[in-house]
Structure formats: structure tokens, C-alpha cells
């Protein structure tokens, strides 16, 4: 996806065929790498609400210049909540 300022890094969070507790450790793992590589700093979370008002990480949106990641991810929840008016978006910070 390329924005007005250029490219936008994604990370998607998919739910691969293993356990729940198996996924569980891989996204705190990927939690933690997050929050200390300098590369993610700023970043936000793409997440959604489950039918159980849980709200879940999709993925996360970094590497934006101006006007940063958090106005990346907040366009992309935007444009997500248009196509799927059923489901609420949001985004959050990466920390």
C-alpha cells in the first residue's frame, strides 16, 4: 500500500492453524520485539472487535514519515470500517 507519503510496513497477524496457546506466545513475542526495536517505534495497532466485545490485533502499521503511523493506521481502519460497517476498528499505539 503506498501513501501520500510513501510506504506504509504492515505486519498482519493471521491466524495459522495451531493452538490457541501456541498463537498466544507467538503474538506476546512479537509484542515484546515490538516494543524495543527502534524500527516499530511509533507505531500502531490495527485492531477489531470480536462478537465478544474483545478487541484483537490485526496488524501494525509503521515506517510512515509524515503524518505519521498513527494517521496511517487511523486511515486504515477508516477504510476498513466502510467496507465492513458490521465490526468496529481502532487503532492503538504500539507501546
Given at each position: 500500500m503506498r501513501s501520500r507519503a510513501g510506504l506504509i510496513s504492515v505486519i498482519?497477524?493471521?491466524a495459522?492453524?495451531?493452538s490457541a496457546d501456541d498463537h498466544e506466545d507467538d503474538l506476546g513475542a512479537l509484542i515484546a520485539f515490538v516494543r524495543t526495536n527502534p524500527l516499530t517505534d511509533g507505531g500502531g495497532w490495527l485492531e477489531r472487535q470480536n462478537v465478544f466485545g474483545h478487541w484483537k490485533k490485526l496488524a501494525l502499521i509503521f515506517g510512515v514519515a509524515d503524518p505519521?503511523?498513527?494517521a496511517a493506521c487511523?486511515?486504515?481502519?477508516?477504510?476498513a470500517a466502510e467496507?465492513?460497517?458490521a465490526r468496529r476498528y481502532r487503532?492503538?499505539?504500539e507501546d
Amino acid at each position: 500500500m503506498r501513501s501520500r507519503a510513501g510506504l506504509i510496513s504492515v505486519i498482519f497477524l493471521q491466524a495459522l492453524p495451531a493452538s490457541a496457546d501456541d498463537h498466544e506466545d507467538d503474538l506476546g513475542a512479537l509484542i515484546a520485539f515490538v516494543r524495543t526495536n527502534p524500527l516499530t517505534d511509533g507505531g500502531g495497532w490495527l485492531e477489531r472487535q470480536n462478537v465478544f466485545g474483545h478487541w484483537k490485533k490485526l496488524a501494525l502499521i509503521f515506517g510512515v514519515a509524515d503524518p505519521g503511523d498513527f494517521a496511517a493506521c487511523a486511515e486504515i481502519a477508516s477504510r476498513a470500517a466502510e467496507t465492513n460497517p458490521a465490526r468496529r476498528y481502532r487503532c492503538t499505539p504500539e507501546d
